[in-house]
Each structure stands twice: as structure tokens, then as C-alpha cells.
């Protein structure tokens, strides 16, 4: 499992759009001594149970909406994730 190695095992590389839409501390982009960081910081903060069972269902009815809304357009990937991001910024 490529997680379990810190990133050693290859070098991330994702488009600059990509990148830029995640932000640079997404856990994507991010390796080594950062990525440790990271990973204690979401497993000790973001990944508890009763967080998870509070914000699941937040996020699927979001999630719901947003692709209900895509039916008979063409839909831009990037844009959509971005608002997505958006309405879940605090």
C-alpha cells in the first residue's frame, strides 16, 4: 500500500490545475515528513467515529444535489469539485 511506504515508492505528479483546485497540503501532493504529519493529524482529528457519523450524511445529501444537477449539460469536472469544495469550506 503505497500510504504505508510515505510516498517512496514513486513521485506524486498531478496536473498544475489539479494541484492548484486540492491546494498544496492535500494528501495527494504531499510526502515524507509532511505526510506523517498529516496522516496523525486526520487519523486523530478528522477520522474519529462520531465526527465521521455527524458529516457522512452532510456530504452525501451535498454530493446528491450536485450530481442530480448535471443531468442534460456537460459537466467541467474541475469546476464542479470546485464548488463542491467550496460549500464545504467553513
Known amino acids: 500500500m503505497i500510504v504505508q511506504k510515505e510516498g517512496k515508492l514513486f513521485d506524486v505528479n498531478y496536473p498544475t490545475s489539479f494541484a492548484n483546485l ?8 504531499i510526502v ?38 448535471w443531468e442534460g449539460r456537460t459537466v467541467f469536472v474541475e469546476d464542479e469539485a470546485r464548488a463542491v469544495r467550496r460549500r464545504l469550506e467553513p
Open 32 to 69: 515524507g515528513h509532511m505526510w506523517k504529519r498529516m496522516r496523525r493529524f486526520i487519523v486523530a482529528n478528522v477520522l474519529k467515529p462520531e465526527l465521521l457519523r455527524e458529516r457522512v450524511n452532510f456530504i452525501e445529501d451535498m454530493v446528491i444535489e450536485a450530481l442530480s444537477s
Open 22 to 29: 486540492l491546494g498544496p497540503y492535500n494528501g495527494l501532493n
